[in-house]
């Protein structure tokens, strides 16, 4: 089982003092959190695409490029690329490169997005959200395949017979699709036998277990071999010395954050009660000890058969010192449990 840590590169907010942190003081930390966690055994590191002032990651590939050139084994991957915004020939070129920079450890991971910023800024129209993701991704897949490109499209211009490089390390080079968590999205994934991530960050973990149904279901259906198909989650959390540690630390900069996207969006508050009902072993928020986030981990595994387990933190602006011991505990503590035991697992199946 893979383990590893996600960023959307937060400068919201101090939950504490109100200040901010500067976009370039909060990219070079996250570089520096792409060693460490490279250095500690993690298996993949990713870097979330958005365009708006509270996070810094608008090019995510040139963030991952700087780690790559600092790091040995860790896979680098978008978490994720707005496709549906993007231009499929520079997200693959971008990619492709940080694959050279990195021999072979570039993933793209490709989704819609849960914020809109980039369709106005790149002109493109939210009426078109579900079909430009489709067109785009066929595109993309097409250049991972194809050294010489012949393509037709509705929103992008075709392209006819046209050599598109560099060529990646990786052939095809990788990419996942990424989910929010419904049907439609796990079934495509399934019918293209791409690799599938689900965000699991809010109510049950077990909720998401019919969806890994429906993308094997699917993989079978068009033929693929769903042994080969890897499945992934997205998760917030965090890791101290202690569980009282770990919520304190972590409860005020999350609070924050879901309670702005609660205006934003109109859901309900977000309170105290939530934010512990979902540190237990069958909520979403993967906050504790090494040895109770390796729990909830091996839960997630047993439950709904994942294979690649991504934490997400912190969530908002966190001191950096902080972030950097969490990332040491998970690769030294949280990492040799859950890898035992999932070993047991295979072994009894």
Known sequence: MELGITTFVETTKNAVNGGTIPHDVRIREVVEEIVLADQVGLDVFGVGEHHREDFAASAPEMILAAAASQTKNIRLTSAVTVLSSADPVRVFQNFSTLDAISNGRAEIMAGRGSFIESFPLFGYDLDDYNELFDEKLELLLELCKNEVVNWQGKHRASIENLQVFPRSVQNPLPVTIASGGTPQSAVRAGLLGLPLVLAIIGGSPLQFAPLVEYYKRAAIKAGHDVNKLK?????????????????????PSTALVMNQLAKERGWGPYSRHTFDSMSELEGALYVGDPETVAEKIIFLRKHVGID???????????????????????GKEVAPIVRVEVAKLEREQ
């Open 231 to 251: 499945i992934a989650s997205h998760s917030h959390g965090f890791i101290a010395q202690t569980n009282e540690q770990a919520r304190e630390k972590f409860y």
């Open 308 to 330: 690649r387990f991504m934490i997400h933190m912190p969530v908002g602006s966190m001191p950096h010192d902080d972030v950097m011991r969490a990332i040491e505990l998970f």
